[in-house]
T-cell receptor, first 113, second 116 residues
Framework: DSGVTQTPKHLITATGQRVTLRCSPRSGDLSVYWYQQSLDQGLQFLIQYYNGEERAKGNILERFSAQQFPDLHSELNLSSLELGDSALYFC????????????FGDGTRLSIL | AQKVTQAQTEISVVEKEDVTLDCVYETRDTTYYLFWYKQPPSGELVFLIRRNSFDEQNEISGRYSWNFQKSTSSFNFTITASQVVDSAVYFCALSEALSGNTPLVFGKGTRLSVIA
């Protein structure tokens, strides 16, 4: 058990819809990262938050947004969903020290029909 | 830009064989971290090791060992006496280290199948 909790585990929805993925980091971790794993693109970094503020942005589409709340949990919002958004979305967290290893949640598998 | 290459897409071995997974990286940073993660069939990503670019000592943990060679920009992973439970996709990853807590750049992964 990594200590990172992601909900839901599975999500099935239709094109054009909007979904929210939730992540609770390990106790004490200030950084939260979101990654997307798809067959064609592999594991790609989307966005990072550190103690409530956006820290780094990767290949995140404009239709996607995220935030980190005062209790440090994070949400990834995906809107106007397309078939190509079907993927496994991972959240990871790490501590405040210099580049502590990132520990990953079990992921949310998103299927767009 | 940072890049991680895992040239072996899939490897199949018979149980008890040794197997080495290759990882080659590119970065302009002088300080960086290298990682290996395991993704078993159940799908979660499990952290295995992190290595600082200043520390080229090889590391051994049970049946696992890692060989870091800065001269060839490689960070290879060897499993000794492989077991069926080692069947998984293994990812090598890289991150810049100076600014702390930075995102990971992953390779495409190597799917290891260990046959009984």
């Amino acid at each position: 058990d990594s200590g990172v909790t992601q909900t839901p585990k599975h999500l099935i929805t239709a094109t054009g819809q909007r979904v929210t993925l939730r992540c609770s980091p390990r106790s004490g971790d200030l950084s939260v990262y979101w990654y997307q794993q798809s067959l064609d693109q592999g594991l790609q970094f989307l966005i990072q938050y550190y103690n409530g503020e956006e820290r780094a942005k990767g290949n995140i589409l404009e239709r996607f947004s995220a935030q980190q709340f005062p209790d440090l949990h994070s949400e990834l919002n995906l809107s106007s969903l397309e078939l190509g958004d079907s993927a496994l979305y991972f959240c990871a967290s790490s501590g405040g020290g210099n580049n502590q290893p990132q520990h990953f949640g079990d992921g949310t598998r998103l299927s767009i029909l | 830009a940072q890049k991680v290459t895992q040239a072996q897409t899939e490897i199949s071995v018979v149980e008890k064989e040794d197997v080495t997974l290759d990882c080659v990286y590119e970065t302009r940073d002088t300080t960086y971290y290298l990682f290996w993660y395991k993704q078993p069939p159940s799908g979660e990503l499990v952290f295995l090791i992190r290595r600082n670019s200043f520390d080229e000592q090889n590391e051994i943990s049970g049946r696992y060992s890692w060989n870091f060679q800065k001269s060839t920009s490689s960070f290879n992973f060897t499993i000794t006496a492989s077991q069926v439970v080692d069947s998984a996709v293994y990812f090598c990853a890289l991150s810049e280290a100076l600014s702390g807590n930075t995102p990971l750049v992953f390779g495409k992964g190597t799917r290891l199948s260990v046959i009984a």
